[in-house]
């Protein structure tokens, strides 16, 4: 959690960081006979995350198959102070998988409060099902330069969904606004055990990749400012996600603004649904109800002849599915949903301007007579609506 009198800039394609206090190790590397562990560190404003992958890793697994093990761990800094594990952002257990057709590795994720930046060094200590691991991580104190993040508290909520304009940094070149966004009902839970999770903050997807989604922000001069894309995704607290959205500079006389987020993707856990393969009908899923259009395609749009898809099930016989809200203006809108099979094959969503989303899936046997749907993406109206103060222009800093 970043301390009252913590500096933090905005750094591009990062997000807002500390000036100082942040940490970080290159990687280190140990090779002990045919494995090979990696072992990387950040400390920055919400605290300290640890990458551990070995390779080498005597374990078969299938392709695209993962098994969770038991990695314990323990981590001191060079003053002997036991650094204590915290729960994550993401619940990611260390476990064995097998990504493509490489071969399968290990991977650890651990997260601890901030290092104090007096601290130079980490011994990390792991034992269990991926071997004993003894590795001091040397760190490195980093400096960062930006323009300066300002506070603020404006904040909105709609349909138990918190939104929140959280630091704003201004130069003669652009406007970076952080929006912080938390659903009340899933509160501290994470993902495993949460009954609905934010997916897409004006959009349906993580990023708002098209001319559709951008947000517009209005200053107090009257101007209306359309969103640069993309916005910058950053890592925040557990159950809680954060963007810096970027604007051009504003004018020198707009002493505040304000932005409308029109919508939020919910992504909700459900039963099964079965839909048949080929189908034009009506579903109702965590009673929204969309017309849902399945069919069978020789190769997905992601693939073609001379530029096949990296997902190999892709270039052969696939299922179509196109879903299309039966009301467009609803309050909730079923929008996208989770297709079982593809857990293990994967799968291909592509959008236009206009259309609704289309999901290929691999269908190997080009004859399957159904399809199975679950953990539907809803489309939840709003607006949320956020007036915040401009702080004056950073000229020292200007980016």
């Avoid at 920055?44 to 080498?56: E, F, N, Q, V």
């Avoid at 159950?239 to 504003?250: G, K, N, P, S």
């Avoid at 393969?277 to 109702?284: C, H, I, N, Q």
């Avoid at 399945?294 to 599915?321: K, Q, W, Y």
Wanted: net charge negative; hydrophobic share 35%.
């Amino acid at each position: 959690m970043p301390a009252p009198d913590d500096e933090l800039v905005f750094v591009p394609n990062l997000g807002f960081r500390l000036a100082r206090g942040g940490l970080q190790s290159p990687n280190t590397v140990v090779s002990r006979g045919a494995q090979t562990l990696t072992v990387g560190v950040t400390s920055d404003r919400d605290g300290t995350d640890i990458m551990a992958t070995i390779i080498g890793v005597d374990e078969q697994l299938e392709f695209r198959k993962s098994r969770a093990v038991d990695a314990p761990i323990t981590i001191v800094d060079d003053h002997g102070r036991v650094l204590e594990e915290r729960p994550s952002r993401y619940v990611v257990s260390s476990h064995f998988f097998r990504l493509m057709e490489g071969p399968t590795q290990f991977q650890r994720m651990v997260a601890l409060d901030r290092i104090q930046s007096d601290v130079r060094s980490l011994q990390f200590s792991m034992s269990g099902a991926a071997g004993q691991w003894e590795v001091v991580i040397p760190l490195e104190p980093v400096s960062r330069e930006g323009p300066r993040g300002h506070p603020n508290d404006a904040q909105s909520t709609e349909h138990d969904v918190e939104i929140s304009v959280t630091l704003v940094a201004r130069t003669s070149m652009l406007t970076a606004i952080e929006l912080e966004t938390y659903d009340l009902r899933r509160g501290e839970l994470p993902i495993d055990q949460a009954e609905r999770w934010i997916e897409g903050i004006g959009t349906f997807e993580h990023v708002r990749g098209l001319g559709q989604d951008l947000l517009m922000l209005r200053d107090s001069t009257g101007a209306h400012h359309l969103e640069r894309p993309h916005a910058v995704q950053d890592r925040a607290r557990r159950a809680r996600r954060r963007e810096v959205v970027l604007f051009e500079a504003m004018p020198d006389e707009a002493v505040s603004a304000s932005i409308e987020i029109p919508y939020v993707g919910i992504r909700e856990r459900s039963d099964e649904l079965k839909v048949s393969v080929p189908s034009d009908g009506e579903v109702t899923m965590n009673a929204c109800r969309a017309r849902v259009m399945t069919s069978r395609v020789d190769r997905s749009s992601d693939s073609a002849p001379g530029r096949p898809s990296p997902i190999e099930g892709l270039n052969g016989s696939c299922v179509r599915i196109v879903i299309a809200p039966i009301d467009p203006t609803a309050e909730r809108q079923l929008v996208m949903v989770g297709v079982m099979e593809s857990n293990d094959r994967g799968m291909s969503v592509s959008r236009s301007r206009a259309d609704p989303p289309v999901i290929e899936v691999p269908d190997p046997s080009g004859d399957s007579e159904f399809i199975t749907f679950k953990n539907p993406l809803i489309r939840v109206s709003g607006p949320w609506k956020l007036e915040f103060a401009l702080p004056a222009i950073d000229a020292q800093r200007a980016s």
